[in-house]
């Protein structure tokens, strides 16, 4: 029985490498109405759905499921008729550099902005 908690720990700690914020915030005038993110894997995804103007709304992409190789963020936004894609971002051996990603829809530009993870961080 001693050994239940050290082992839940490691799964706990390793956990939080496998997983990226994804935070958008919307400076149009329209409706989101919907943000996919997907790994270049196609193994992960996660959908943030009906963000109002000049809302923000935020999820985690957990990456569990990810191979141990290197890719990116396919990131579509459908606003009223027109819908905008990008790839975005890094992932190395399956995790995530960056702890957050932060994406700026307004009714002209799509801006992204990563923040790496702390030890990354100069």
């Known amino acids: 029985m001693r050994y239940v908690i050290p082992l839940f720990l490691v799964l706990v700690a390793c956990d939080g490498g496998q997983k990226i914020k994804f935070v958008v915030h919307n400076h149009s005038r329209d409706v989101i109405d919907s943000v996919v993110v997907v790994t270049s894997t196609n193994n992960s995804r996660v959908a943030i759905k009906d963000i109002q103007p000049g809302a923000s ?3 985690f992409l957990a990456m569990s499921k990810e191979p ?3 890719g990116d963020y396919h990131v579509s936004i459908v606003a009223g008729s027109r819908t905008y894609s990008n790839s975005i971002g890094y992932f190395t051996n399956g ?5 957050k990603m932060e994406i700026w829809f307004s009714n002209d530009t799509i ?12």
């Open 68 to 70: 141990y190789v290197d």
């Open 111 to 122: 801006r992204y902005e990563p923040k790496p993870k702390r030890k990354y961080q100069h």
């Open 57 to 59: 709304e935020e999820e």
């Open 95 to 99: 995790a995530p550099v960056e702890e």
